[in-house]
């Protein structure tokens, strides 16, 4: 299947600071991309859908202030964890689709987050 | 919204024997079913996935069956292997945007 790569794979911070995940699909351009956030033994939950030239558009109740995201090229998507507090600690993962319109997803090995 | 409901939450079975997992949906709308595997620490690896032009599908030993009108897709193990322990999430397509709506998840166990 197409690959998607995320970077860090794994990230300790202090509270309070920032934190960018890159998301990069290896062998296929994706217009849009996912975010979703996973905590221990729950499932995976939508953050916010990343379009490729234009705003991200945010499932209710993320704070798009908290969480920025860029998606700067057709291979790069970016999140920001701004001001990070302990409770972000969970794992992110982010999903693209191979082809624009397309349902099948592939998803990056996941950035697992402990903030401090 | 799309809501996907998925059962058992855990399941343990002996190696060689059948797993299923089930899952239902309420969007009568949603038309396409993946099922991904998720090992610990790991990000979800698509196995099987069905379309609503279809009622099965069959990889080796996976399968995938779809009832629309009960609005109900079910995953079929057979001749489980331990490899095969891991986290199994249902997902329905939601037509806003193409994300997916997944299930809560199903932790299978296969024991030698």
């Known amino acids: 299947g197409a690959v998607v790569s995320q970077h860090p794979s794994r990230v300790i911070c202090k509270s309070g600071t920032s934190v960018k995940i890159e998301c990069r699909s290896l062998?296929?351009?994706?217009?849009?991309m996912f975010w979703y956030r996973q905590f221990p033994k729950q499932s995976l939950m939508l953050m916010a859908t990343?379009?490729?030239?234009?705003?991200?558009?945010?499932e209710q109740g993320v704070e798009k202030d908290k969480f920025l995201i860029n998606h700067a090229s057709l291979t790069l998507s970016t999140l920001t964890v701004t001001s990070a507090h302990p409770e972000d600690s969970s794992f992110y993962i982010c999903?693209?689709?191979?082809?624009?319109?397309?349902?099948?997803?592939?998803f990056g090995p996941g950035t697992r987050l402990l903030v401090l | 919204g799309e809501n996907v409901e998925q059962h058992p939450s855990t399941l343990s079975v002996q190696e060689g024997d059948s797993a299923v997992i089930k899952c239902t949906y309420s969007d009568s709308a949603s038309n396409y079913f993946p099922w991904y595997k998720q090992e610990l620490g790991k990000g979800p690896q698509l196995i099987i996935d069905?379309?609503?032009?279809?009622g099965e599908k069959k990889d080796q030993r996976i399968a995938v069956t779809l009832n629309k009108t009960a609005k109900h897709f079910s995953l079929h193990i057979t001749e489980t292997q331990p490899e095969d322990s891991a986290v199994y999430f249902c997902a329905a397509y939601q037509d806003s945007g193409y994300a997916l709506n997944f299930g809560k998840g199903t932790s299978l166990l296969v024991t030698p």
């Open positions: 990343s379009n490729e030239g234009s705003k991200a558009t945010y």
């Open positions: 062998d296929f351009q994706a217009t849009t």
């Open positions: 069905i379309r609503s032009n279809v």
């Open positions: 999903s693209a689709p191979t082809q624009t319109g397309s349902e099948t997803q592939y």
